[in-house]
């Protein structure tokens, strides 16, 4: 026994060393949460006044139900799914027949709820446009809708009111089948159970949003849609190309020493200054770097950056905005740069996962006759997906945070060009602005979206994640 | 990595990979020399792109830069706060993922736990609290000077350990390192209260704004404590010292080692690449760092880091493209080397933890 276990006993020693780390971590970034918390029920601008209850929440959501209604849609959808591909003897009977009973049960609740709103949001209509913040809203929604219309509404409004009800009525009704002693239920009960509330929750879903959109603050909810579209555009095509990266990299061949340092090169640079280089290539100027590339192929030269033309405008000619028009050009650009910067770095990881792939497996693939394609969906993806999802955790993580380069490029058009603010330089602007309950009160709603997206990965694929994480 | 085999037969697939490789490759320094190529251009050239290479390459746009509010100063505000954000990170993350790895103690799944949930919380969580802390609106600053001085004691108590206890062993002498340790610690933790006492005596060296800060606002510090405890350097260190065998440890307690004796003497000198690796990532870390400094560093008297400084250059010179691209190559180059100098480690111990 050593002097530090003689005086304090046999499990300090564990903590002496992980203490000083630990305290560090406990004070800067576990405490920092709480007092968020703390800070988002107060008027905080910039020092402590009164105290506010939920009302920056209130702000950003709206009202309380569509908020609430957001977060279980949410969460109903991950279990919607998750139901959908769980074999019929993964869990046991009864606990799996009491689990279909109760999602459906709340699949119920919810579509009484989503009519309400719906039949509310109908009735709202003619008042709309008494509230300065909805004009917009209105204008783009309702711009051309003319007496018969309101009329069709009201049609729609009868027969949504029917169809929530015997939506209702079905999922009680099932809810009641499943548990009644029935034998084993096959899998397709899963199946449907699980279609029907995937079905439904993206159904309120849409809904809470919309009513989110009309009382909450558009300018935050926009930013999550960017958030949402910079993340999952950057994720997926950096885990894409790291692939492609890998296999090129798989093989020991002359010179990949030096491929290695220049494809890894760019995860390493500090992002502010590559940042400002990209911004200088994807200038709107013909001079650009890249629009004098796209004038060697005879394309006209494009706003990049400062490009607020929606995707689906700029390439299919609809004009949709929100979430159905997709990303930007501008943002578009931005996520360029998150692929050009961690491509290398997803690469390094997913070769390392290809190597540590046993090769005899494809000598005995090859040996019963499978082509390439083949052993790559049935043995290189199959082993390569813990990889793959610590791949997508760790960068959805990572990108929900993005800040520098997003900022950088965000002031090199100004400022001016709305769809490149994510929900950090959101954050930072309300912070800057002074307002620190209400920057606050965002921290903590970001903080429970990641929570929700990480359990969702988790419960969705990480039965297949090493258990050693 | 266990493709070892370097094959000189050539096969029908690589050409293939040649192709991806030589594009991938092509398209990661294409900035890079895009940039290169800008900072040496005059106003016309970057502005007009009459040409792609400049006709003579002006150095005058790197003086412009560094010329430009005190580029030098922000280097030295950089290297400080990259410095003793580097060091304090890899001593405390190296000693907390040796505990999660090896040592037994009770609470060691909870603090695991607490470990996994910090990865997940994102920097527009914290930035508003922390900010406020540090204003000291939520608690004294007084604290915080505790904090950071118990820190300061803790690292300088490790490292007089680790010194002596290296020294100890190359020259096999029988030294009683940890009475040396506790008078160096008390020595040293007396100077600073010294310092923090009679600081006029001193001269400028520590003035009164330096330490004991009434606010942590432009200090150096602020900038620095936040970045030091980091999960993410916990886990890979964890995941490197959980790969060395425990026979070694058996061994070591035989001869009656404890466990920093055993942490100082073997595990440090088998991990080299462990920590090389990690310190050239909390460098990258801390070097990038830009939020934070931004919203730290105000009014009178602000520490302006590398990067915050190439900010306020953009901003001033904005039509003026060279000189900002000048100032990037400037914040970029040290990275470059400090990469440059751990390549070959830093990419295979990246790759090891991905898979584990």
Redesign the interface.
């Known amino acids: 026994m050593?002097?530090?276990?003689r005086v304090f006993g046999r499990?300090?020693?564990?903590?002496w060393?992980?203490?000083?780390?630990?305290?560090?971590?406990?004070?800067?970034?576990?405490?920092?949460?709480i007092?968020?918390g703390f800070?988002s029920v107060h008027r905080?601008k910039p020092?402590?006044d009164r105290y506010l209850g939920l009302q920056h929440y209130t702000d950003l959501l709206g009202e309380w139900g569509p908020g609430i209604l957001f977060f279980v849609c949410l969460s109903l959808l991950i279990a919607g799914v998750w139901l959908f591909g769980q074999p019929a003897k993964a869990l046991s009977e009864r606990f799996r027949r009491w689990l279909i009973a109760v999602i459906l049960m709340i699949g119920g609740g919810a579509s009484l709820w989503a009519r309400n709103f719906l039949l509310d949001a109908i009735a709202l209509f003619p008042t709309l446009t008494e509230k300065r913040e909805i004009r917009d809203f209105k204008r783009s929604t309702f711009e051309n809708w003319r007496g018969e219309e309101v009329e069709q509404m009201t049609l729609v409004a009868g027969s949504a009111n029917q169809f929530g009800l015997y939506a209702a009525l079905f999922f009680v009704a099932a809810a009641l089948v499943a548990l009644l002693p029935w034998g084993r239920l096959p899998r397709w009960c899963n199946r449907l159970a699980g279609a029907a509330i995937v079905l439904l929750a993206s159904v309120a879903l849409a809904l809470a949003w919309q009513r989110m959109l009309i009382a909450g603050s558009n300018d935050f909810l926009a930013s999550l849609i960017n958030t949402l579209f910079y993340s999952v555009g950057t994720v997926f095509t950096q885990i894409m190309?790291g692939l492609?990266?890998a296999?090129?990299?798989?093989?020991?061949?002359?010179g990949?020493?030096?491929?290695?340092?220049?494809?890894?090169?760019?995860y390493?640079?500090?992002?502010?200054?590559?940042a400002?280089?990209?911004s200088?290539?994807f200038r709107e100027?013909s001079?650009?770097?890249m629009n004098?590339i796209l004038d060697i192929f005879g394309v006209e030269p494009m706003k990049w950056l400062s490009n607020e033309t929606p995707i689906m405008q700029a390439w299919f000619g609809l004009e949709w905005a929100g979430l159905a028009g997709g990303p930007t050009i501008g943002l578009i650009t931005v996520i360029f740069f998150g692929v050009?910067s961690y491509?290398?770095?997803n690469?390094?990881?997913?070769?390392?996962?290809l190597?540590?792939i046993p090769k005899d497996l494809y000598e005995a693939a090859e040996i019963d006759g499978a082509s390439r394609w083949q052993a790559f969906t049935k043995i290189t993806l199959p082993l390569l997906s813990?990889?793959i999802f610590?791949?997508a955790l760790?960068g959805l993580?990572g990108t929900?945070?993005a800040?520098?380069h997003t900022?950088?490029m965000f002031?090199?058009t100004g400022g001016r060009n709305e769809s490149l603010v994510v929900?950090?330089i959101f954050?930072?602007q309300e912070?800057?602005s002074g307002d620190?309950g209400a920057?606050?009160s965002?921290?903590?709603l970001?903080?429970f979206l990641?929570?929700l997206i990480?359990a969702a990965q988790f419960i969705l694929a990480g039965r297949r994640l090493?258990s050693?994480? | 990595?266990?493709?070892?085999?370097?094959?000189?037969r050539f096969?029908s697939?690589?050409i293939?990979?040649?192709a991806?490789?030589?594009l991938?490759?092509f398209?990661?320094?294409?900035?890079?020399v895009?940039?290169l190529l800008?900072s040496g251009m005059n106003q016309y050239e970057a502005?007009?792109?009459s040409t792609w290479i400049p006709k003579t390459f002006l150095f005058e746009n790197f003086e412009t830069a560094w010329a430009y509010g005190k580029f030098w100063l922000y280097a030295i505000n950089t290297v400080v706060v990259t410095l003793f954000s580097t060091l304090g990170q890899v001593v405390?993350?190296a000693?907390?993922?040796?505990?999660?790895a090896s040592?037994?103690?009770?609470?060691?799944r909870m603090?695991f736990l607490?470990?996994l949930?910090?990865?997940?919380?994102?920097?527009?969580?914290?930035?508003?609290?922390?900010?406020?802390?540090i204003k000291g609106?939520?608690f004294g600053i007084a604290i915080l000077n505790i904090?950071t001085l118990t820190?300061i004691a803790?690292a300088a108590t490790l490292l007089l350990y680790a010194v002596l206890s290296v020294y100890a062993t190359v020259t096999a002498r029988q030294i009683p390192v940890?009475p040396l340790t506790f008078v160096g610690l008390v020595a040293f933790v007396g100077m600073l209260l010294l310092a923090g006492v009679v600081n006029r005596d001193f001269g400028g060296v520590l003035s009164e704004e330096l330490w004991p800060p009434k606010t942590l606002l432009n200090t150096y510090q602020v900038m620095i404590?936040?970045i030091?405890?980091?999960?993410y350097s916990?886990f890979l260190f964890r995941q490197f010292f959980i790969q060395l065998p425990d026979e070694l440890w058996q061994a070591a307690r035989l001869e009656g080692a404890?466990?920093?004796q055993y942490?100082v003497r073997v595990v440090v000198p088998l991990s080299v690449p462990a920590f090389s690796t990690i310190g050239?990532l909390a460098f990258?870390w801390s070097?990038?760092s830009?939020?934070w400094p931004i919203?730290t560093q105000t009014g009178a008297d602000p520490k302006f880091t590398l990067?915050v400084g190439?900010?306020e250059l953009?901003?001033d010179y904005i039509g003026h493209?060279p000189a900002?691209?000048a100032?990037?190559?400037i914040?970029?180059l040290p990275?470059?080397v400090a990469?440059?100098m751990a390549?070959?480690q830093?990419?295979q111990s990246?790759?090891?933890?991905?898979?584990?």
């Open positions: 050593s002097l530090v276990e499990h300090a020693v564990g903590w060393f992980a203490g000083p780390g630990l305290l560090m971590l406990v004070t800067w970034q576990i405490a920092p949460i007092i968020a800070m905080w020092i402590r190309i492609i990266i296999f090129g990299l798989y093989r020991r061949i002359r990949d020493g030096l491929f290695r340092y220049l494809i890894f090169l760019p390493i640079t500090p992002a502010v200054a590559m400002t280089v990209f200088v290539i100027r001079s650009g770097l004098r050009w491509a290398g770095y690469a390094v990881i997913l070769l390392a996962g190597t540590s813990p990889v610590f791949l760790t993580i929900f945070q800040f520098n900022f950088v002031e090199q929900a950090s954050v930072f912070l800057r620190f920057a606050a965002m921290g903590v970001l903080f990641i929570l990480t090493n050693d994480l | 990595m266990s493709n070892t085999e370097t094959s000189d096969e697939g690589d293939l990979r040649y991806i490789l030589g991938a490759g398209l990661s320094l294409v900035p890079f895009y940039m800008l502005i007009n792109a405390f993350c000693l907390a993922g040796y505990a999660f040592i037994p103690f009770k609470g060691k603090a607490l470990l949930i910090t990865l997940m919380v994102p920097e527009a969580v914290l930035i508003t609290p922390t900010f406020t802390v609106q939520i904090l820190l803790t940890w404590l936040p030091i405890g980091n999960a916990i404890n466990h920093l942490f050239v990258i070097w990038n830009y939020a919203l990067s190439l900010r953009s901003d493209i900002q691209m100032g990037a190559v914040v970029v990275v470059m990469y440059s390549v070959r830093f990419t990246l790759a090891r933890v991905g898979i584990k």
